[in-house]
């Protein structure tokens, strides 16, 4: 500090309440949504995938930032260093050095998570390559800059201590210019994984309605790139003048608005099956006095649904509808089938993989009646005199 500054009059100027109310309200928003994520891909659709552990740890990350950033307030984040002791500013330092270091990591793991997830919706091998190489990239790029924020001093130590001997740091112009690419690099990123899945599902065969509003779920990380936006914003001025515990107020809070809504737009696809429940509780409710015949694919007249929701069973046609909301379940012959719907893994935004297969059949043999079992080159196929001939082609064993 020049000792010949004079510190400008009045009460303290502070803006840690700002601080703590964002990391506060960040924390609580993931600390509900993240856990609902792991839910219903667990309870409802039965599969937790990479791309949810990956959000699982990014939310850890998330949650331990968000913690040493409330920490570091209370060693002067947020005031003007004339307004702290040399002990307070140096805490405070060293706070603000490890929230970099977790920032990386953590953004790292959501635009991961983000593109394991389309990477599991891609049809295509070209998408699949596309979403390989970005998490490839992402995974490098992250990397290398975790390891330019932890060595840009040497030692370590002079970082958040003005008085190591022997220190050598980067200037001012240099890490400001490292923070401009690494904020540049992610707003594309962002804005990447915002055009990506339009364009793979764009000439998906689906209703246009039902397109527009899954490419609006995932378009919700566009605010993530917004939030990367302001925080370059910010940037600019981030260090300037020695202040760096008050300048980085702005830039710690919207890099804590930056993870958190990242985090949170990538869980909202993954809530589509939990949302379309409760809204088909809620339409049942309204509608429980009304009944409605249902038919299956071949025009069979099914029975009415029940108060439970579960369709009586049609004994003529042996086969019953297990309706219940946000799930379908087909009972043959007393085998109960699980439908693909919108709680299956590729189901959760209203489509699905099919693969046809194509037999040529030339001859078959049948040894054991009508009810037995006949060849079919490596192929068996089980007859049941139960089922019409339409039914007893799905019953491939291979």
């Known amino acids: 500090m020049d000792p010949n500054f004079v510190p400008p009059p009045g009460p303290p100027v502070t803006r840690v309440a700002e601080i ?53 307030t209370h060693y002067g984040a947020g005031q003007h260093f004339w307004n702290l002791e040399a002990d307070e500013m140096a805490e405070g330092l060293k706070y603000n050095y490890l929230t970099q270091i977790l920032t990386v990591p953590c953004l790292a793991m959501v ?31 992250s990397f290398a800059s975790a390891l330019t924020i932890i060595f840009q001093c040497y030692p370590v130590r002079a970082i958040w201590d003005v008085s190591t001997p022997n220190a050598n740091c980067m200037s001012t112009q240099v890490r400001l210019g490292l923070g401009y690419s690494y904020s540049i690099v992610t707003i594309i990123s962002d804005f990447f994984l915002v055009v990506l899945p339009i ?48 300048d980085s107020s702005d830039v710690c809070m919207w890099t ?3 993870v958190n809504v990242g985090i949170l737009s990538a869980s909202l696809p993954a809530l589509k099956p939990l949302f379309k429940r409760v809204m088909n509780k809620a339409l049942y409710s309204s509608e429980r006095s009304r009944t409605r015949g249902l038919s299956n694919s071949r ?59 194509s037999v ?14 006949g060849g079919i080159g490596g192929i068996g196929v089980i007859r049941d005199d139960r089922a019409p001939a339409s039914a007893a082609a799905s019953h491939v064993l291979y």
């Open 20 to 72: 703590n109310g964002v990391a506060i309200s960040m924390t609580v928003c993931v600390a509900i949504f993240v856990p609902l994520r792991f839910w219903v891909r667990g309870a409802m659709v039965g599969k937790v995938g990479p791309d949810d552990w990956c959000i699982g740890v990014a939310t850890i990350l998330s949650i331990l930032l968000n913690v040493l950033v409330m920490v570091s």
């Open 111 to 141: 635009k991961v998570s983000i593109g394991l997830f389309l990477l599991r919706l891609a049809a295509s091998k070209l998408y699949r390559h596309v979403c390989v190489g970005f998490i490839v990239i992402m995974s490098t790029y």
């Open 199 to 246: 364009a793979m599902l764009w000439h998906v065969q689906i209703p246009r309605r039902q397109r527009f509003m899954i490419c609006g779920i995932l378009s919700v990380g566009t605010f993530a790139a917004s939030a990367s936006i302001v925080k370059c914003l910010y940037v600019v001025n981030f260090g300037r003048t020695g202040d760096f515990l008050w």
């Open 256 to 258: 804590m608005i930056e």
């Open 299 to 357: 025009g069979h007249q099914l029975s009415s649904i029940n108060k439970s929701g579960v369709a009586r069973p049609d004994p003529q046609n042996g086969i019953s509808n297990d309706i219940r909301a946000g799930s379908a379940h087909t009972i043959l012959y007393g085998q109960r089938v699980r439908l693909p719907d919108s709680e299956s893994e590729e189901g959760i935004f209203g489509i699905s993989k099919r693969t046809e297969v």
């Open 360 to 373: 040529d059949v030339e001859t078959i043999s049948t040894s054991s009646g009508e009810g037995g079992v």
